[in-house]
């Protein structure tokens, strides 16, 4: 669904990523960890297309990224939930509306109505429904970034630090959520610090650690 | 979706959509000032350029087949150079009437130069004969000639020295007016351009939301768009009633034999006034839209 093909990327003379390749399939679960300012948050904006490759090849449901015409481009990312590791909500709408803006956004609210509701069930935020996002604790934010990143049911789902603000327990939630999407067939990219994250994870799914370094990407299964 | 079931959709707007764009802030009423004051201002553009033409109109008709016959004499042959020259008048084909002016109507055309109660009569004014063309019209330059062989006091004045200049000068007020009224409608599509850029500017951040979300960019651009241009309207509506108000209200002096026209509209020409607020709004659909869109390629 979304490949990158000897991919790097360079900001201001400096190559934060050199010769990535990765390829999220349908059904694949993978954690990417590495040090802050690794290049962790630069390979998620390649992925959505946010940012654009300087060398290689970054093809997002079999179109290059790179010369998508604006609105493929829009719908291209209707098709990636993405959770941003300060949530990106928009401070003067509810939870519920910020929740429900993809589909605001495509026109398709009456088709998914029952999604929001069932989603504020799924992410236990029924109550905080007409609340408004700085009203919220760090933990409610990130499930609700969460919640806002699949209510449009999309292929890939891809999330930044989005236990970095919350305790282990909320962790813990957030984690069996994003297992039981992949386990619907989401592909599922997750960037973190958090190695017991990335362990109660693995108890729960099959899933694939990679460690950015040095602006490579390497296999880092092993050492967890 | 026909045109009008477009139009209709864009006024009514999508109020969820809406709401995704926070409240423009004091922007948009610096938009509805800037464009009450705008078609104000072109409200009585508009009233001087159509004034202007009915004066050049005015001159044009009205002149064009009227000349004048000054007669200079002493006053015991003044009688009969006058009668000489209706004589060569009534015996020239193409001419409709001819009236010699009464020392009352000559009173009265010289008031405004040596004021009332002049005494035309101690002085030796010179007779004035109006003489009107019909449709066929005369041979001045024949006229011409028999008038100074026959008359010799005799000065014939076809207006055309001093009327072209007038005409002329109307139709370059005209063309100035209509130049101030396009400049006028570019300094709002400027302003409320320039507003939206603002508007979008300070919106960074919530169009990065809609982004990560999926929205196109004329969906984006959709919000301020259909704000703009409804505050734009608005504002023009109140800037075009109240600058008819004050050009109805304006002092409607026809006098002058004609020469004067009230300034202002006439007939169908009110509907100029009333087709501003549309044009402002279409001004301000087409500016926003084009300065949204840019902004939002240039964000990418």
Not at chain 1, 11 to 33: K, N
Not at chain 2, 72 to 83: L, R
Request: charged content about 15%.
């Amino acid at each position: 669904m979304i490949e990158l093909e000897n991919v790097s990327f360079s900001y201001g003379g400096a190559e934060i990523l050199s010769d990535v390749s990765l390829s999220l399939r349908p059904g694949s679960f993978h954690f990417l960890t590495g040090p802050s300012g690794a290049g962790k948050t630069t390979l998620l904006k390649l992925c959505y297309a946010a940012l654009t490759p300087t060398q290689g090849t970054v093809r997002a449901f079999e179109a290059e990224t790179a010369t998508m015409d604006r609105d493929t481009l829009a719908l291209t990312r209707r098709r990636v939930g993405v959770v941003h590791q300060d949530c990106q909500f928009l401070d003067h709408l509810t939870l519920s509306d910020n929740i429900n803006l993809p589909l605001t956004v495509a026109g398709l609210e009456g088709d998914y109505a029952q999604n929001l509701a069932d989603l504020m069930n799924w992410v236990g935020l029924r109550d905080q429904a007409d609340q408004f996002p700085p009203s919220l604790s760090g933990g409610e934010r990130q499930r609700a970034a969460l919640a806002r990143a699949v209510i449009m049911s999309p292929d890939v789902v891809l999330a930044d630090e989005p236990t970095g603000n919350v305790d282990w327990e909320m962790s813990q939630r957030l984690v069996k959520l994003l297992v039981e999407l992949n386990k619907m067939g989401k592909a599922i990219l997750v960037c973190t610090h958090d190695l017991n994250l990335i362990r109660a994870a693995k108890a729960l799914a099959p899933t694939r650690v990679l460690r950015l370094k040095g602006g490579k990407l390497i296999s880092a299964g092993a050492d967890l | 979706m026909s045109f009008f079931q477009g139009l209709w959709a864009f006024v009514a707007g999508d109020a969820r959509a809406e709401r995704t764009v926070p409240p423009s802030g004091y922007s948009v009423w610096l938009v509805v000032f800037a464009a009450a004051a705008m078609t104000f201002l072109a409200v009585f553009v508009s009233a001087l350029s159509q004034t202007t033409a009915r004066v050049a109109d005015l001159w044009s008709q009205e002149l064009s087949r009227a000349s004048t016959l000054r007669i200079t004499a002493d006053p015991d042959a003044m009688e009969a150079q006058v009668a000489a020259a209706l004589k060569v008048l009534d015996t020239t084909p193409g001419i409709a009437s001819v009236q010699v002016m009464t020392l009352a109507e000559q009173a009265a055309l010289l008031e405004p130069w040596l004021g009332p109660d002049v005494p035309l009569e101690l002085l030796n004014v010179p007779a004035m004969i109006d003489v009107v063309e019909d449709e066929n019209g005369f041979d001045g330059a024949g006229l011409r000639a028999r008038l100074a062989a026959e008359v010799p006091g005799a000065v014939y004045d076809d207006h055309t020295t001093w009327r072209a200049p007038l005409v002329r000068a109307a139709g370059q007020l005209r063309v100035t007016a209509a130049l101030a009224l396009v400049l006028i409608l570019g300094a709002l599509a400027a302003m409320v351009a320039l507003a939206a850029q603002a508007a979008l500017a300070a919106n960074a951040q919530v169009i990065s939301v809609l982004r990560l979300v999926g929205a196109r960019d004329v969906y984006i651009a959709r919000a301020f768009v259909r704000r703009f241009t409804l505050r734009t309207f608005a504002g023009a509506a109140v800037g075009a009633v109240v600058g008819m108000i004050v050009v109805a209200l304006l002092p409607n002096d026809a006098t002058s034999g004609g020469f004067l026209t009230a300034i202002g509209f006439q007939g169908l020409g009110w509907i100029m006034p009333v087709i501003l607020p549309f044009v402002a709004g279409v001004i301000a659909f087409a500016a926003t839209r084009a300065a949204a869109l840019r902004m939002l390629r240039q964000q990418a």
